[in-house]
Structure formats: C-alpha cells, structure tokens
C-alpha cells in the first residue's frame, strides 16, 4: 500500500469508527503526502473531508448544478476514451437480433443524449418502424435524446417514435410495464453504463428486481455495459481501496488518450464527481455503486438470462486499451486492468 493510499485507509477507519477528530487529524497527515497524480489525491481527500459537515443530500450527479453538466463531460469521454467505446460493442450485439423485423421496441435505459440508440437505428436500417422508450432521470437529457433519434429516423428513412420517461429506473411502476408489452415486439434493451445508480429500495435489491421484470417481458436481448469494480455494498474502507485503484488506472487512461489539456482535465472532473460520491457521500444519498462483472454475471443467471457469447472486438487503436472477448463478456481494460465490460444477455 503506497503512501497515499495508506493515509486515505486511516482517514476512512476513522470514518468508519465515527470519529471526526480521528478523521480530521488523519487528513491532515494526508495533506502533505505526495501522489503520482495529485489531483487524483485531491479528489478523495475531498471526498473524506466531506465526512467532517453534516451529512447533506446533494442527490444524482446528472441532475446537479455544479458547472459543466455531468452528462456533457461524458460526451468528452466519449470522444477520447476508447473504453467509452463499450457502446458501440453492445450496438453491435443486438443486430443480430433485429434481422427479419420491419419494426422493433427499444427500451432505452439511463438513455442519455440516445448517441447508442441513434446508432443502433442508423445500423438496423432494414427496420421501417421504431419505438424508443427513454427512461433518464434528467429531462434535458431526454429532451436531446428525441431530437437525436428523430434526426436519425429522417436519415435511416425509419419512422421513430420516441417515448420519453423522467423517471429513475427503480422508480418504474406496474403502469410503465404494462405499457411496454403492449409494444411492438421484438424487444431490445440498452442500459450503458447506467443501472449502477440504481439503489436498494425497501424491498430489496433493486437491480434483481429490474432484471426480473425485464425477464418476464421477453426481450430479444439486453445489452448491458457497466464498470467493473466494487463500490456497492463494500464497507468504506474496502470501497476507498477499490475506488483508488479503479479511479487511479483510469486517470491513468486519459492521461495516456490524445486529448488536449482541458479536456483530459474534464474528463477526470467527470470521475472526480464520482469519487466524491463514493467516498464522501451519505450512505443513503450514494448514486455511484459499481459492481464487479462477475456479480452483474451471477445477476443475470439467477433472473432467468443467459450471457451470450460476444463477437471478435476490434483493437481499440490506442497502446494499453485493450478489448478482450471472453467467454460471457467483453472485458474493456488499461494495461491488464478491467475497467468495464459489455455483456449481452437473452432469457432462457
């Protein structure tokens, strides 16, 4: 364990141990230690010290007022990172799915600006209908996301219909299912980097919930792409651990991207704000919850999916960034790190 690291590790057993003049002493050893990339440190030192104020509910990163939008950043990410391109894999996976259809639903979850779904409609040009359902908590988002699949059908020559719903994805009523099997058919899922905000509801894990309601609809196929750690469940200190090592190859990534100054700089804002969530956010107000790729695996299994095997992935055109086709995924690394992975799933 590197200096920094093992400074932060004392900082968050103070936490742990509810000691707040533990916890600020121990920051203040931290702030005089050096690390590879500073402001790497600075960002969970941040994190710690918000720890020290009362707990304050600052809600989704999405939906905060704290500059650059945190979805305009991604669009930066998405630009320079070539593990961004996750995306584009999963596209690649519900084509064959799509094949012999005149028309087609998508179910669109987190859907951001649509750049996935807008893909998948420019691709499946065979398609002569298409039902996007948007489900994001932000209605900016949205609102792009329709001008952008509607621009996409007038190129496809593709009549879209795009349905949008401002809504948490845990937060779907029996009403929004019943809507969706009324459809279109097949159905297809997108869900990019995105169910990883959903939280445990009163009645359990969220997540299963999800899936087994996606089961019993009877998609075509799910594409998932989520990042590979484990900032779930884990205790703090586990979960500063697995944050400092998964944040810090990332950091490590743009760093090693041809992107200039400013926007390496926004792209690590980007994480920044995640790592301020994982570290310093009040437990009932976290939206930043990765999981290993082997639990979204085990997820997906026990729901009554099946993960498919995936399609040679092209190189990703940059040293260190590699995407390796395994047996259930396609795990997205940096210099032998996984990163993230995109898995596509079919029920049984």
């Avoid at 809507?179 to 990019?192: D, E, G």
């Avoid at 980097?193 to 609809?217: E, I, V």
């Avoid at 594409?223 to 990332?250: F, I, K, V």
Wanted: hydrophobic fraction near 45%.
């Amino acid at each position: 364990m590197n200096d920094a690291l093992l400074l932060l590790d004392r900082a968050a057993a103070a936490a742990e141990a509810d000691d707040p003049d533990r916890l600020a002493a121990a920051l203040d050893r931290a702030d005089a230690v050096r690390a590879d990339d500073m402001l790497l440190l600075t960002f969970f030192l941040a994190g710690l010290r918000a720890r020290l104020a009362p707990p304050t509910a600052r809600g989704n990163p999405y939906l905060r007022d704290d500059g650059t939008a945190q979805i305009d950043l991604f669009a930066v990410m998405l630009r320079h990172l070539p593990l961004l391109r996750a995306g584009r894999l999963a596209t690649e996976s519900l084509l064959p799915h799509l094949h012999g259809a005149t028309r087609a639903t998508v179910l669109a979850l987190g859907i951001g600006h649509g750049g996935q779904e807008r893909d998948l409609i420019a691709r499946a040009d065979w398609l002569e209908q298409v039902t996007v359902v948007g489900v994001d908590v932000a209605p900016d988002s949205l609102a792009a996301a329709g001008r952008t699949l509607h621009a996409a059908g007038r190129q496809a020559r593709t009549a879209v219909d795009v349905q949008q719903v401002a809504r948490a994805t845990e937060d779907l009523d029996d009403a929004f299912w019943e809507a969706l099997a009324r459809l279109p058919r097949p159905l297809v899922v997108t869900a990019s980097f995105a169910l990883h905000h959903m939280r445990d509801t009163p009645g359990g894990d969220a997540r299963t919930a999800l899936l087994r309601r996606l089961h019993a609809q009877r998609p075509a196929a799910l594409a998932l792409c989520e990042p590979d750690s484990d900032h779930h469940r884990a205790p703090l200190r586990t979960r500063l651990a697995n944050a400092w090592q998964h944040y810090g190859t990332l950091f490590a990534a743009i760093d090693a991207t041809g992107a200039n100054p400013a926007e390496k700089g926004a792209m690590k804002r980007f994480f920044g704000r995640e790592i301020l969530d994982v570290v310093g956010a009040p437990e009932e107000d976290r939206h930043e919850r990765h999981e290993p790729t082997a639990v979204w695996l085990a997820r997906l299994t026990a729901t009554g999916f099946r993960p498919q095997p995936q399609q040679p992935a092209p190189p990703l055109g940059q040293p260190g960034f590699t995407a390796t086709r395994r047996a259930t995924h396609t795990e997205l690394a940096f210099k032998g790190v996984p990163l993230a992975a995109v898995i596509t799933a079919v029920p049984r």
